[in-house]
């Protein structure tokens, strides 16, 4: 009768998980560094929106009201903040259909994983072309890093920072999900003994982005 394997706990497990290059504080090696890096990207996005409500609250020369830099005529109405408005919804709804997708990676179900996954990198990809009509809009109406003519000039520099990090951020991720949704749809996570754990992983990355456009959605366009 073979003996029981005993696991070491406390300072010596996590030297064993670590030894052993399988887990870690008891997750997943994937898991475990994308939370890590995920930490790290969340002081840099804090950075960024401490220092714009810093110029803001010190500037002397008036800020743009967002309501009216960022509105759109429609039937010869301007209306506030529409597009923003829109550009959240997607993001939100992309939200729910990576959930979705997570959950069917649980049960095994590849080709409901990847439709999902595809619709959500469709929804991010709508989002990027819509940030990029909002950046040409500005920029043709003279909306520049170091100038603007609606008010206070780091109002642009504030603006093209803050949301082209951010898009940058949604690109990269919809290029993340497409290249694990296609996995998932080739099989390979099956071959390594259907474990779609990936897709967790690429879920807690997706989330986290859809969170952070609360903050500057919060932060930035209704304040």
């Known amino acids: 009768m073979s003996e029981a394997v005993i696991e070491p706990t406390g300072g010596k497990g996590v030297a064993h998980d670590f030894a052993r290059d399988r887990q870690v504080f008891g997750m997943p090696w994937g898991k475990a560094m994308m939370w890590i890096f995920?930490?790290?990207?969340?002081?840099?996005?804090?950075?960024?929106?401490?220092s714009y409500m810093t110029v803001r609250i010190s500037t002397?020369?008036?800020?743009?009201?967002?309501?009216?830099?960022?509105?759109?005529t429609v039937f010869g109405q301007s209306v506030p903040l529409l597009l923003i408005a829109i550009m959240t919804f997607v993001?939100?709804?992309?939200?729910?259909?990576?959930?979705?997708?997570?959950?069917?990676?649980?049960?095994?179900?590849?080709?409901?994983?990847?439709?999902?996954m595809t619709a959500t990198a469709v929804l991010g990809a709508t989002f990027v072309g819509m940030q990029a009509f909002e950046w040409t809009k500005l920029i043709m109406e003279g909306v520049?890093?170091?100038?603007?003519?609606?008010?206070?000039?780091?109002?642009?520099s504030s603006f093209f920072m803050i949301t082209g990090f951010h898009g940058m951020h949604v690109t990269a991720g919809v290029?993340?999900?497409?290249?694990?949704?296609?996995?998932?749809?080739?099989?390979?996570?099956?071959?390594?003994?259907?474990?779609?754990?990936?897709?967790?992983?690429?879920?807690?990355?997706?989330?986290f982005v859809d969170l952070v456009w609360v903050f500057i959605f919060a932060f930035f366009y209704l304040w």
Not at 38 to 50: A, C, E, G, R
Not at 144 to 156: L, S
Request: no cysteine.
């Open 91 to 116: 993001l939100i709804t992309s939200s729910g259909t990576m959930a979705l997708a997570v959950n069917m990676g649980y049960r095994k179900a590849k080709n409901a994983t990847f439709w999902l």
């Open 175 to 207: 290029i993340y999900l497409m290249v694990v949704a296609l996995r998932v749809k080739r099989g390979v996570y099956e071959r390594r003994g259907n474990n779609y754990e990936i897709v967790e992983i690429t879920g807690l990355y997706w989330h």
């Open 60 to 72: 002397t020369d008036p800020w743009p009201n967002p309501s009216e830099v960022f509105g759109l």
């Open 144 to 156: 520049r890093p170091w100038e603007n003519p609606f008010g206070a000039a780091q109002f642009g």
């Open 38 to 50: 995920l930490l790290s990207d969340t002081f840099i996005f804090s950075i960024f929106l401490v």
